[in-house]
């Protein structure tokens, strides 16, 4: 089932002499069941960007479009993850992806080998769900229910909106059966936008209302096909006022939710010095996730009344967009981090359809790097053994436990602290703005012109994509306290990819720290409106600034825009208490087998753990680590570095003790007898 190599063992010993035991003790209640294991969490995304002849001809490695069939390896690997839902074409290409130019015959569309045929050809061979996303900016909805037509009318003539017979066309793709796709998506990420490049210098965005609008038109045409599709709709954390407005205009027919969860996150390469941090974030994430999904239900039963919407995260990870020291996306603790995102998700009062992990094969992100037609040997990367572990070794059945551990204190930087014992959020009502405040003005980048009159400024934006940023009040703070910014925003005839709005930062600037908050897109013409932007400060942090903010990349802009502040409040963020050692997911098997997933986040100590299972179960046990000489380690030059190997499990009297080193993952199975 693993291979155990020299180099897998070694990394064993080194991450076991590396720190102090820590004993923990895991208590299960096989009796105690929580509800059904949601395999539909074990999904992955496949890339098709149009054009591309490794994406559009081969899928990212997947597609043989000389055979005219999926390529034999990563069907095993799709297989032998687990991968439950296939989500295609996936990210921001759906902005405009036209999938009717990816069907028909072959001599059609040759630089289209891999088009919608052929994703569902490789669905059918990873015995995998489809969940496909529908563009926002190109097509209407007529197309949209075209769509549903090819993959689920029947073959027979019928024709059920008349025009073209899009049966025949998927019978002529060599299916003549229905596919009987359910799951859609309306869009991806459109809250911000198509992406400005250099063929599409002016980028469209959406309202909230707009879209809301469109998908109620997408939802009725589509189902007016097939009336058993589900669609989609898109919400996001941090995007309160979008999701309130899209809730509003379309929450109570939404079939379910869309959410992207992408934390912590870095971006731009950085130094060792930081490493440990960032590894620290990984797996202290857990709670932040829940907070996230907590939120959004909460968000969706004020708005719209319903506890029955269920989320389908169809993409998440750790954002982590650099290459130096290490790529951290690829490291062992990022795996782990993961890891806890998988056990997050299984929580039953967490409403989750379906989960995505961005994304499965080569590119960037892929948790398998190699193309077969180029001679490479698929690798498999750190993010890849915990869906392996999961698939091969979970039960069915979610069932209690309790986790008697250490924890460790979380200094916090890309995620709010833990430290010792929880406690709620505080705000304080008194306004730390003086009432003679300033702003300090900085020379502003061509394409605004910037005028400072006190505590008001006014820019002038002349038609180019200007980042704007240039004027800065700044004060005194402290580390680890959250400041919640007010401030004021007035627009005249303001249009363009981005509107106006504020940052908050550390005072080092970004450059230094990487760390800031911004909010506000105020755009049109309007009078002075209100926008809030809460930031909590790194552990070093001696001061915040305060930027007048307009983010660029986003396409031109012109009018005008005026900026004040109004209030600055110091707010206690809410503290979860210090990091547990091991984070723990329990289910049982239909023929009594217990199964635990167990997550060691200490990155220094081995932990020894005892298990006690409550009815009786003394069958023999079972167990295999995931683990590497370091938090930070890769496969991306050695293939071996991380890696999955059995663990010894010891018998103490009706006990089960088995040793976890440092950042690391074990799957455990007990048999009943």
Known sequence: MYRTTMASLLAVVLCV??????????????????????????????????????????????????????????????????????RWPGGCTTHNYNWKVTVGPLAERPNMQFGLPEFMTFCEATDSIPLISVAVFWGTAQD??????????????????????????????????????????????????????????NPRKITAEDYARQYLQYQAAMKAVDPQIQLGGLLQNGMADWNQKVLEGCGKTMDFGIEHTYTPGHQGDTDESKTRGYMEACVAVDQRIQSIYDGLLAQIKEVTGRTDLRLAISEYNGWFVQEKPVPYRQTLGNALRNAEHLRI??????????????????????????????????????????????????????????????????????????????????????????????????????????????????????????????????????????????????????VGGSGAGFQVADDRGWNVTHSCSTGGDIQGTTDWTPVV???????????????????????????????????????????????????????????????LMVVNKNLDAMVPVTVNVMDGITGAARAWILTGPAPEATNMQKPDTVG???????????????DMPPCSMAAVEIAPR
């Open 17 to 86: 002499a590396a720190g102090a035991q820590r004993e923990a003790t895991i208590t299960v209640y096989p009796d105690k069941a929580l509800g059904q294991v949601n395999w539909m969490i074990l999904g992955n995304n496949q890339l098709a960007y149009q054009g591309s002849e490794r994406y559009s001809n081969r899928g990212a490695g997947l597609w043989d479009p000389v055979k005219r069939q999926p390529v034999p390896e990563y069907v095993a690997l799709s297989k032998q993850a687990g991968i439950s839902v296939q």
């Open 144 to 201: 949209g229910a075209d769509l549903v037509e090819y993959l689920n009318a029947p073959n027979d003539g019928s024709n059920p909106k008349g025009g073209k017979d899009w049966a025949a066309v998927r019978a002529g793709d060599g299916h003549p059966k229905p596919y009987g796709v359910v799951y859609f998506e309306y869009g991806n990420e459109d809250y911000h936008g198509e992406h400005k490049t250099a063929q599409n210098p």
């Open 533 to 595: 932007v809460e930031y909590t400060t790194l552990p070093d942090a001696t001061g915040v600034e305060i930027l007048a903010r307009r983010l660029g990349g986003k396409g031109d802009i012109t009018g005008k825009a005026w900026y004040k502040l109004q209030s600055v409040q110091k707010f206690r963020p809410q503290n979860p208490g210090a990091v547990p050692d091991l984070g723990v997911n329990s289910a049982r098997r239909a023929d009594g087998t217990v199964t």
């Open 345 to 494: 998700m299984m929580r039953p009062e967490n409403n989750i359809l379906m989960a995505n992990f961005w994304q499965f094969s080569n590119e960037y992100w892929g948790m398998v790097n190699g193309y077969i037609d180029q001679g490479q040997t698929p690798v498999k990367q750190a993010n890849f053994f915990p869906y392996q572990l999961y698939h091969e070794h979970f039960g069915d059945t979610l069932i209690a436990s309790e986790v008697d551990c250490a924890k460790w204190d979380f200094g916090g930087g890309l995620l709010p602290a833990r430290r010792g014992e929880p406690s709620e959020f505080k705000l304080w009502e008194e306004n730390l703005l003086p009432k003679d405040y300033t702003w300090e003005p900085r020379t502003p980048e061509a394409g605004a012109v910037q005028q400072v009159q006190g505590d008001t400024v006014q820019v002038t934006f002349e038609g180019k994509d200007t980042n704007y940023y240039s004027a800065r009040f700044a004060f005194p703070a402290e580390p680890g306290m959250g400041y919640r910014v007010t401030g004021l925003v007035k627009a005249e005839n303001l």
């Open 644 to 658: 999955v190997h059995d663990l010894a499990v010891r018998r103490a009297g009706s006990a089960y003790q088995f």
